[in-house]
């Protein structure tokens, strides 16, 4: 069956440095993959999408990598701030069902001053 | 979290109530979704509907029954709590696009005792 895996352990990292988050898929192959921000007590908030044929995409600090040879997604976050702080969920569509997507469990960033 | 709500946004339950979680958008999209999300287990799809009328099991549907009436709203009913339902439940919307975000709501945290 189809998995995805995030860093389980939670990322912890000083005001002014890169984050790096990893997504890593194991079964299939995603047409698309997709970033969300989500803060505690709240619903995951879409970032950034990125589809099979582009290496690279970004918007503004952030920057997401998509290797479909390795499946494996980056995530960076350049001049990281105390506001990046949050839970970042990596989704791939199932591919054939309709725009379903199957999330990763999320990483925990912390962004210290 | 703008243009999906959904009610209550706490519950207790006892097991073996029922109640029913409500969703609703306003933005006209076609494809609305229940996702449950526990601590280390990511967001899994309960139930979708592509559109109104339709509906779709996910993931995890057992113990769950849904309704959409109508375009603009899409119900999650619970007969039986469980403990194992205790939980954080999401609903989400996306436009008909299979690449298209999808815009989630602010959530509804349920305990079963």
């Known amino acids: 069956s189809q998995k995805i895996e995030q860093n389980s352990e939670a990322l912890n990292i000083q005001e002014g440095k890169t984050a790096t988050l990893t997504c890593n898929y194991t079964?299939?192959?995603?047409?698309?993959l997709q970033w969300y921000r989500q803060d505690p007590g709240r619903g995951p908030v879409f970032l950034l999408l990125?589809?099979?044929?582009?290496k690279e995409k970004r918007k503004e600090r952030l920057k997401v990598t998509f290797d479909t040879t390795l499946k494996q997604s980056l995530f960076h976050i350049t001049a990281s701030q105390p506001a990046d702080s949050a839970t970042y969920l990596c989704?791939?569509?199932?591919?054939?069902?309709?725009?379903?997507?199957?999330f990763g469990q999320g990483t925990e960033l912390s962004v210290k001053p | 979290n703008a243009g999906v709500t959904q009610t209550p946004k706490f519950q207790v339950l006892k097991t073996g109530q029922s109640m029913t979680l409500q969703c609703a958008q306003d933005?006209?999209?076609?494809?609305m979704y229940w996702y449950r999300q526990d601590p280390g287990m990511g967001l899994r799809l309960i139930y979708y509907?592509?559109?109104?009328?339709?509906?779709d099991k996910g993931e995890v549907p057992n113990g769950y029954n849904v309704s959409r009436l109508n375009k603009r709203e899409f119900s999650l009913r619970l007969e039986s709590a469980a403990p194992s339902q205790t939980s954080v439940y999401f609903c989400?919307?996306?436009?008909?696009?299979?690449?298209?975000?999808?815009?989630f709501g602010p959530g509804t945290r349920l305990t079963v005792l």
């Open positions: 079964n299939y192959s995603p047409a698309y």
């Open positions: 990125i589809r099979e044929n582009e």
């Open positions: 509907s592509a559109s109104e009328g339709t509906t």
């Open positions: 989400a919307i996306s436009p008909p696009r299979l690449t298209d975000t999808q815009y």
């Open positions: 933005m006209n999209h076609n494809s």
């Open positions: 989704a791939l569509d199932l591919e054939n069902q309709g725009g379903k997507l199957i």
